[in-house]
């Protein structure tokens, strides 16, 4: 059993607890903030498999905000882990221990740990979806076909990006990953 590891999107408080049987059905609170989420929801891939990554991270969950329905996710379509995007830039790329992405999601080495961005930006009543090629080393397809150096492209939920030999797809969020406790 490791550790758990939150970061309130409201509040931006780190939170802590101790790995313990059925952790995933708990309901976690902030205690600064008092804003609460199930912790199955967020749970990464990886751990979600009982394994941690390979630079040995600990289990990070990921609390979405409380106004996410609208603004979007990102699931990795292998291994089912969810990542919630915020409004403005999300650089996505590999999880390593040198990665400065915003979004981690999988330890690929034909990933770069800045691969693409993905910029949401609020128009009228919903949000655009751009996915920018920020013109990292590995290409980025979508849809299957790769996208040329510099591109800015309009993304569709449904859309599947892949990064390296990772598959991602951009989702509306479900009822499940915005319902309070």
């Known amino acids: 059993m490791g550790k758990i590891f939150i970061v309130c999107p409201e509040c931006h408080q780190q939170l802590s607890f101790n790995e313990v049987p059925g952790y995933q059905n708990m309901v976690v609170e902030c205690p600064k903030c008092h804003f609460k989420a199930n912790a199955s ?105 790769p996208i040329k150096r510099g591109d800015v492209l309009i993304l569709k939920f449904g859309d599947t990006m892949t990064l390296g030999m990772t598959d991602i797809i951009l989702e509306s969020n479900d009822d499940e990953a915005t319902r309070l406790a």
Not at 65 to 83: C, F, L, M, W, Y
Not at 92 to 102: L, M, S, V
Not at 113 to 136: A, P, T
Request: charged share 25%; proline share 3%.
């Open 41 to 145: 929801v967020y749970q990464s891939g990886a751990q979600a498999r009982g394994a941690q990554g390979a630079d040995d991270m600990p289990t990070q969950l990921v609390m979405p905000p409380k106004s996410v329905s609208d603004i979007g996710q990102i699931r990795v379509k292998a291994t089912n882990e969810i990542q919630f995007l915020k409004a403005g830039k999300n650089v996505i790329g590999r999880r390593a221990k040198t990665g400065t992405a915003d979004i981690k999601i999988s330890t690929d080495m034909y990933m770069s740990r800045q691969h693409v961005l993905i910029d949401v930006v609020k128009k009228g009543f919903g949000y655009e979806h751009r996915l920018v090629e920020i013109n990292s080393k590995n290409i980025v397809k979508l849809n299957g076909k």
